[in-house]
């Protein structure tokens, strides 16, 4: 009896969300400038040894956008496109973007980063609700990525005092 292989829906999507918690003993105004300053975000999001920046272009307002172009150790091309849709000084940023490997398409997300202070310190939750592409990211690949990247800002942080 021949057996039919399944067919792998090519377009599909997988919707999900997460949040990380995590506390910074800095200011919420040092943590937001990380976060609102070009030349910072440059530093901890795409500088680093094997990474290869093709494009970075940041405007911090409402409506103003980001395009981050790059790759890491000679592997493909990963571009980010966001817009930021809130904006409340050293307590909320909301943004959308959209994230791409090479001509294909990863993700949509809708992201909401929460300042709070906590002691001497910021309470920083990130809350990120995502549609995740074709199978090509993964909603655990994309939340150790950001914690990776929450990470490489508290060691900014810590050197840049």
Not at 9 to 30: A, L, M
Not at 66 to 95: C, T
């Amino acid at each position: 009896m021949n057996q039919i292989a399944p067919v792998k829906d090519e377009h599909s999507v997988i919707h999900s969300t997460f949040t990380i918690e995590r506390t910074y003993p800095q200011s919420p105004e040092r943590v937001f400038f990380a976060f609102a300053d070009k030349a910072m975000v440059r530093q901890w999001r795409i500088e680093g040894d094997g990474f290869t920046i093709a494009e970075f272009s940041f405007d911090f307002c409402v409506g103003g956008s980001e395009v981050s172009r790059f790759s890491f150790g000679g592997g493909p091309e990963i571009r980010l496109d966001a817009q930021f849709q809130d904006i409340v000084p050293n307590q909320r940023i909301v943004f959308s973007y959209r994230m791409a490997i090479g001509t294909q398409p990863l993700s949509a997300s809708l992201t909401t980063i929460e300042l709070t202070p906590s002691g001497e310190g910021t309470r920083l939750t990130y809350t990120e609700q995502g549609a995740f592409f074709d199978g090509a990211d993964s909603v655990k690949g994309r939340e150790e990525g950001t914690r990776g990247l929450l990470e490489t800002l508290a060691s900014h942080l810590q050197k840049s005092k």
